[in-house]
């Protein structure tokens, strides 16, 4: 065949790694291309391009952006790279509006315009602080989906907030409702008596999406990010948050969800927890604790209401071949929960956020071995877009898990909400159907949710999945079907 | 918690999507990285607690300063300037890197002092450096336009702020065309510079004492306020400026008792000089901009100043250090057949009017001499539109009545333009690139891109000190 590829670098031009995601899938569309990758020059971009047989320029810097495009002959060059321009001119559309105003460059410009705002900051990590630093500066409280931002302007930021009664939700906070308002990857729910401070995202979206099962709305659930609690950073974040809720006279109980803390940051944590007028549930999800789903089951108790049968649909059959369990997540607490599950029946499990330093996975993500893997940690997101807005690495690895024979069940979460794929069944549920493998799917979402959650369900089980609403659900009945443990 | 009625989103643009589709109001910000290689130390430069209080002191100092018009003097007496010494626009130069009008000024400037006959001799003397001192005005509280040379005998405007007693000073201004400040020297330009010092200094002397002495010195920010309601933006356009000084010292003048032809020439003098009040402007500027000098941890620009090789700022976080660059060439129009090739790069101290927030950032009170520096109205608007991303305040009491009275952009922040790679737009007088040709048109021009960097770079490791502290 006589392909073309065609490689340029165009210095200074900008768009969000979302963007270019939509840009190049539009571009992949195109006649006569056979691939198409429109991603900044960042380290990891460049190494996928190389993968994909590109050679990008070695004075790429991450300030370039690369247009890379495998043609099946040169004649479809000039038609490719005008729907390039097209594609990125659409994606920028909403820059050129009617108003004469440009729009503001900065966060404190934008702040400046919108006086009332609070501020969301989804910006590469090394640029996060500058602009979460823009909105304490002008008063406002904000919230940091950016993650890969280092601890001491964590420490930095949060040691501003605290002076000056600000609250900052992050870094690497994927979720938080506020007064009902979802940002980042937040589930619609009724307001409703409960509160929640989480430093985990998804075990967040968890149990916004058990408590609205079981009928509970929830007013407030504030993320902190998955360092607050950490021995270092001594839930500043954390304590503003429970004063914030305990002022709330909407909410009548408090939940924190997080990871152990350090010792003496839980000691702290429980005498703050003490001195609210508002009673406080500690979720910790950890080896010997309860999991997300029994936490949640507590809350209900002491609210007084009925814990309801968490639903099951779809059935799978238990595995006949392989010996090890492959957990393929992009919830890293979701993931979490799965490994303290999995590991004190089956042992071991291997992951890219280990439970134990040895149990670590190498680059190519696989051992001969029970694995999960978290393909929303930060390695993983450096230079790319979160894997519930990009699903191919992760459709990537399940066609490799398929296809290994000592793969006995794959166990999958799906979580939905504002930000998330608008219609991941979509994509998942061919991948689904292609394994012989039983899949077990935890499904995290409420009625509301933009992609609706009975039609996500309906999708994934006529794939061959047995989906479940909780995850540690999941995880036990994937557990069930290994061969030989049932 | 109450629902919030607004969210500022940055970055991802679906996220910004998901909030508008719950019925939020959603302001998006055209994010876009930072200058490269500049993101650690803008961490350390935000992240620093000293920061945020400080701008606000330097930015309310620099507010807080009224300058009046207290007296007109040599500069012999009142900056003690001694034969020999030379000042000049811009950070410090030598004369081997002296560019082409700052020769010529330097040359006349000579003459002028009697230091040579004629001002081709000079050329030894400067190059032989004996007896010859070079010094930027800004290091005497002072500030000069295009070549900006002072010499002893030179007349100065001083402008004072009365509640602090601070001072800063500017030389006369000699007109357009052929003058020392763009580099000519012709005898035309010292039989001038020898009546201003004979006749119009001592004029203005006795009305600006009298004046301040009865009524109270004249006061020069306030006339700044009115001007920029009145289409001058103080650095190309000084119109109404000039005659609002007129109309506050030609009284004085006509009843100091002095000839009265003498009188009447400098009326006639300063009334068809539209720049006369440029040297007033600019050390208004400098007295505010000097107010906000030396506040650890400040990032504000204090000042922007070229000699016509080098263009340097200074920052208020980092001490007199001058951060430098080349000088770039102004793009703009040209006077009768002189092109691009004529034009000398970038000189002279009235950037300080852009440091303060008039002159380019406020083109858009200026729409009738746009052209002259090649732009559009449109063009105007959006240039102080886009120097408000740049700047820390808004200025209450200069304020623009086309932007619905919006203040002008005050305050340039060096984290801001490492941020935006947006850089200060700045209106100027492009003189001609050998030394005696004078003025060859007027443009627009920025300052080299790298010196931004450099001062955030020093700003930061004055950060991470502090911090060590």
Request: aromatic fraction near 4%; charged fraction near 20%; hydrophobic fraction near 45%.
């Amino acid at each position: 065949m006589n392909t073309l590829s065609h490689v340029e670098l165009r210095p200074g031009a900008y768009a969000d790694s979302v963007t270019l995601l939509q840009v190049s899938r539009a571009v992949q569309g195109l006649n006569g291309v056979l691939a198409a990758q429109v991603a900044m020059a960042t380290g990891l971009n460049v190494e996928v391009l190389t993968e994909m047989g590109f050679e990008v320029p070695p004075d790429a810097t991450t300030n370039d952006l690369v247009v890379a495009l495998r043609l099946a002959d040169a004649s479809a060059l000039e038609a490719a790279l005008a729907g390039v321009e097209r594609a990125l001119k659409d994606a920028n559309r909403r820059e050129s509006g009617p108003s004469e105003l440009a729009a503001p460059r900065t966060t404190a410009s934008a702040l400046r315009r919108a006086p009332e705002g609070l501020a969301l900051i989804s910006v590469p990590g090394a640029s996060a602080l500058v602009e979460a630093m823009d909105a304490l500066d002008a008063g406002h409280d904000v919230m940091i989906f950016s993650d890969n931002v280092p601890l001491d302007q964590e420490l930095t930021l949060k040691r501003t907030a605290t002076e000056r009664g600000l609250l900052v939700m992050g870094p690497d906070c994927g979720t938080a409702v506020v007064g009902g308002l979802g940002l980042g990857f937040a589930n619609t729910v009724e307001p409703g008596p409960v509160g929640i401070v989480a430093a985990s995202g998804t075990g967040c979206q968890q149990l916004l999406a058990l408590l609205d099962h079981a009928g509970v709305g929830v007013t407030s659930a504030l993320g902190v990010g998955g360092r607050d609690l950490s021995a270092e950073v001594r839930g500043l974040s954390t304590r503003e948050a429970l004063r914030r809720l305990d002022a709330d006279p909407a909410v009548e109980l408090i939940v924190v969800v997080s990871k152990p803390p350090a010792k003496e940051v839980a000691t702290e944590l429980r005498a703050y927890s003490d001195g609210l007028d508002t009673p406080v549930e500690l979720a910790l999800l950890g080896a010997g604790r309860p999991d997300l789903t029994a936490a949640t089951e507590r809350v209900l108790t002491r609210l007084g209401r009925e814990v309801p049968t968490w639903p099951v649909t779809g059935k799978a059959t238990a595995a006949t071949s392989g010996q090890f369990l492959r957990g393929l997540f992009v919830g890293g607490t979701l993931c979490d929960e799965a490994m303290l599950i999995a590991s004190s029946v089956l042992g071991p499990v291997r992951s890219n956020i280990p439970l134990s330093p040895e149990l670590a996975l190498g680059a190519d993500l696989t051992a001969a071995d029970h694995t999960m893997v978290d393909f929303g940690d930060d390695a993983l997101t450096a230079g790319r877009a979160h894997p519930m807005i990009d699903a191919t690495l992760r459709l990537d690895h399940l066609a490799r898990a398929a296809a290994d024979e000592t793969t006995a069940v794959i166990l999958l979460d799906v979580v939905l909400g504002h930000g998330s794929e608008p219609d991941p069944a979509a994509l998942l549920g061919p991948a689904i159907a292609a394994v012989r493998q039983p899949v077990v799917v935890a499904l995290v979402g409420t009625d509301a949710d933009p992609q609706g959650l009975e039609g996500q369900v309906r999708a994934l089980v006529a794939a061959g999945a047995e989906v479940h609403l909780s995850n540690a659900g999941a995880t036990r009945r994937a557990i069930e079907l290994m061969k030989g443990q049932s | 918690m109450t629902t919030p009625t607004h969210v500022v989103s940055a970055g991802v643009d679906l996220f910004a999507d998901a909030v508008a589709a719950q019925a939020v109001d959603v302001t998006r910000v055209d994010w876009r990285p930072p200058l490269p290689g500049t993101e650690a130390d803008l961490a350390a430069v935000v992240g620093d607690p000293r920061r945020h209080a400080a701008n606000e002191r330097a930015v309310a100092a620099m507010l807080g300063v009224t300058a009046r018009l207290v007296d007109v003097a040599p500069a012999s007496e009142v900056l003690g300037l001694q034969r020999g010494q030379f000042l000049h626009a811009g950070p410090p130069i030598t004369w081997d890197r002296a560019s082409g009008p700052m020769r010529g000024a330097l040359m006349g400037g000579a003459a002028l002092e009697g230091l040579v006959t004629d001002p081709e001799d000079a050329v030894a003397l400067f190059e032989s450096g004996s007896g010859v001192e070079l010094e930027p005005c800004h290091h005497r509280r002072t500030v000069g336009p295009m070549a900006g040379v002072v010499t002893p005998s030179m007349w100065m405007f001083v402008l004072e702020d009365t509640t602090t007693g601070a001072r800063t000073h500017c030389s006369l201004n000699e007109g357009l065309g052929k003058v020392l400040r763009y580099g000519a020297y012709g005898p035309d330009v010292l039989t001038r510079l020898g009546w201003m010092r004979d006749v119009l200094g001592p004029l203005l002397q006795s009305a600006v004492r009298s004046v301040r002495d009865s009524t109270g010195p004249v006061d020069v920010t306030g006339i700044l306020t009115q001007m920029l309601q009145m289409g001058d933006e103080a650095h190309n356009r000084n119109r109404a400026g000039t005659l609002m000084m007129l109309r506050d010292l030609a009284p004085a003048m006509v009843a100091s008792g002095r000839d009265s032809t003498d009188v009447a020439e400098a009326l006639r003098f300063i009334g068809s000089n539209d720049h006369f009040f440029l040297n007033l402007a600019m050390p208004a500027c400098k007295l505010a901009l000097d107010a906000a000098r030396d506040i650890d941890g400040s990032t504000m620009v204090v000042a922007m100043a070229r000699n016509g090789t080098d263009f340097g700022i200074q920052v208020s976080g980092t001490g007199n250090e001058w951060f430098t660059g080349p000088a770039q060439v102004a793009d703009g129009l040209y006077l009768g057949d002189f092109g691009p090739e004529d034009a000398n790069p970038d000189i002279g101290d009235s950037a300080i009017t852009e440091t303060a927030g008039i002159g380019g950032f406020a083109m858009a009170t200026a729409p009738a001499i746009v052209r002259l520096v090649g732009g559009s109205v449109p063009d105007a608007l959006a240039t102080t539109r886009r120097m408000h991303e740049i700047t820390l305040e808004e200025n209450p009491r200069w304020t623009v009545p086309v932007l619905e009275f919006q203040g002008v952009p005050t305050g340039i922040d060096v984290t801001l333009v490492c941020r935006t790679g947006i850089l200060p737009q700045i209106n100027t007088g492009m003189a001609g690139a050998k030394a005696g040709v004078g003025q060859v048109g007027a443009g627009l021009v920025n300052p080299p891109l790298e010196i931004f960097p450099k001062a955030l770079t020093r700003l930061a490791e004055r950060a991470r000190v502090a911090r060590v502290d």
